[in-house]
């Protein structure tokens, strides 16, 4: 049931990084970044890996993101 609602959170923040991934709507990365965190922690709590790995690859196109638009460093 956790990694139902961990996927389910993964798909959220995922339509966030799609919509952050357009030419100046980058900042709403900083806000994809705390909802596939949290997404994570519950997949940390599930016993299937498949929410947390979505996650994983969620938070990470989106510090990719951020980098390369000068958010971070």
């Known amino acids: 049931m956790l990694n139902l ?4 959170v993964g798909l959220f923040a995922a339509l966030l ?3 952050g ?6 900042w709403v990365n900083w806000f994809m970044l705390p909802v596939a965190f949290i997404g ?3 997949g940390l709590l599930s016993d299937s890996n498949g929410g947390r790995n979505l996650n994983l690859i969620i938070m990470v ?5 951020l980098m390369l638009g000068g958010g971070i460093f």
């Open 5 to 8: 609602v961990s996927i389910l």
């Open 17 to 19: 990084t799609l919509v």
């Open 61 to 65: 196109v989106g510090i990719l993101r």
């Open 21 to 26: 991934l357009i030419p100046l709507l980058g």
């Open 40 to 42: 994570l922690v519950i």
